[in-house]
Nanobody, 117 residues
Framework: VQLVESGGGLVQAGGSLKLSCATS????????MGWYRQAPGKQLELVAT????????NYADSVKGRFTISRDNAKNTMYLQMNSLKPEDTAVYYC???????????WGQGTQVTVSS
């Protein structure tokens, strides 16, 4: 499966962005998915997850109430709506299928999100 993240950019604090994760292959719809981010000098952080059906979501405390994860299994695509962005949200954002140790697939190139104060 190939993962292609897009939608990042430069935005002022308080602004919004919507990220997309397009996947190839037929196994997207049977896997829970997640959005990760890595800020400069920091470890990779899992910020949101969504069940295979889309019926269950979870968020890191740092983004709860501001970010919304969703998916369209017919399009093999996942989304992350990010509102009320803060400078500390600045990072490269990646998508993948979370596993107990790491993630299921090879990582994509990610999409850069930069929030200016």
């Amino acid at each position: 499966v190939q993962l292609v993240e897009s939608g990042g950019g430069l935005v002022q604090a308080g602004g919004s962005l919507k990220l997309s994760c397009a996947t190839s292959g037929s196994t997207f719809s049977i896997n829970a998915m997640g959005w990760y981010r890595q800020a400069p000098g920091k470890q990779l952080e899992l910020v949101a997850t969504i069940s295979s059906s889309g019926g269950s979501t979870n968020y890191a405390d740092s983004v709860k109430g501001r970010f919304t994860i969703s998916r369209d299994n017919a399009k093999n695509t996942m989304y992350l709506q990010m509102n009320s962005l803060k400078p500390e949200d600045t990072a490269v954002y990646y998508c993948n299928a979370p596993r107990r140790r790491g993630a299921l697939w090879d990582w994509g190139q990610g999409t850069q999100v930069t929030v200016s104060s």
